[in-house]
């Protein structure tokens, strides 16, 4: 179909392209970071083939999160930021941006959403899982006490929160000790990523902040699959939880889910049965997928027209507010 809109698209800032060497094999890391650092012609050649209208970019994984030293992070941010508004303007007609966010302080993390949205015309803001603050081991994650005045901030600008994957620290994944091939997106990315969001529904930050409106890829990193049988055994088991309504509502009301990196149409008719074609988003996962890949599985997938439509084009246009 024509008019795609991906909104789980890379690039990365000189100084946390590193951490993506891991991802791919040698053999393909010069291309991929070739892929990364371009914002312009190879992404839009690639766009243009597959009938991919805009992309809406964000630094990658794990990045900003990654920085244990708060003033390093909060510094990077800006300066990412900063980068993928110059590369933006240069064609905003097929480029909008995530805000990448130092939470290692949340106030300045909420400063620095407010700047790239209402200063910058970002869309929203992605954020790679836990953060790593003043100690390489710790793990903050965003339903923490602390955050409480980050929301509140947040919701305010009424943009989206992109929940972006990112691997456990390695002191704290003995699971996969001797299995590296578990690491990454094959699959701790995805158990990292659906555990974080169960707890944020867990926290009850959604009733404090019905409003809020998360983001998460590659189907929803297996959620719409789970969802019943989380509420089904909290019921049996709550030990101490206190929230307003079960993982189902908040998951129906409170999240959306893309395509990114999972071209598979069983997953996708799944992903439409639980949350509804209105919460279900094209996406890539570029550079790290082909665009080929996602757009003619996509463009043939068995799913009725109209759904086709609002899950490649017409929900992002609602959600980020972006000009038919």
């Known amino acids: 179909m024509k008019g795609k809109i991906g909104l789980e698209e890379h690039f990365s800032h000189p100084d946390t392209l590193g951490r993506s060497h891991e991802y791919c094999v040698e053999a393909k890391w010069g291309e991929l970071r070739r892929r990364l650092m371009d914002v312009g012609d190879v992404r839009l050649k690639l766009m243009d083939q597959h009938e991919m ?19 390093r992070a909060i510094e ?18 097929r480029f909008r941006a995530f805000a990448a966010l130092p939470l290692q302080d949340p106030e300045a993390a909420a400063l620095e959403a407010h700047r790239c949205i209402s200063d910058l015309g970002f869309v929203g803001a992605l954020v790679n899982g836990f953060s790593q603050v003043g100690d390489e081991e710790s793990a903050v994650y965003l339903d923490d006490g602390h955050y409480q005045g980050f929301w509140t901030e947040f919701v305010k600008l009424n943009r989206p929160f992109y929940l972006h994957p990112r691997d456990p620290i390695s002191s704290r994944s003995r699971i996969y000790d001797g299995h590296p091939w578990l690491l990454g997106s094959a699959w701790a990315f995805g158990v990292e990523t659906a555990t ?29 699959f789970l969802i019943w049988r989380v509420d089904h055994r ?41 949350i509804g074609s209105d919460r279900v988003l094209f996406s890539t996962d570029y550079p790290f997928e082909e665009i080929s890949d996602a757009a003619k599985w996509f463009d043939a997938a068995s799913i009725a027209e109209n759904d086709r439509e609002k899950i490649g084009r017409l929900n992002a246009i609602r959600l980020f507010k972006l000009a038919a």
């Open 53 to 71: 209208e805009m992309m809406i970019i964000s630094l990658n994984s794990p990045a900003i999160q990654a920085i244990s030293d708060v003033p």
């Open 76 to 93: 990077m941010a800006k300066q990412a930021n900063d980068l993928l508004a110059e590369h933006v303007s240069k064609r905003s007609d």
């Open 196 to 224: 974080h969001a169960l707890r944020l529904m867990g926290s009850g930050l959604f009733d404090r902040h019905p409003d809020l409106q998360i983001i998460m890829g590659h189907h929803g990193e297996g959620l719409p």
């Open 234 to 274: 909290v019921a049996t088991a709550p030990r101490g939880i206190k929230i307003k309504k079960t993982f189902q509502e908040y998951f129906h009301q409170n999240f959306y889910v893309t395509t990114s990196g999972s071209f598979r149409t069983q997953a996708l008719i799944n992903s439409i049965s639980e």
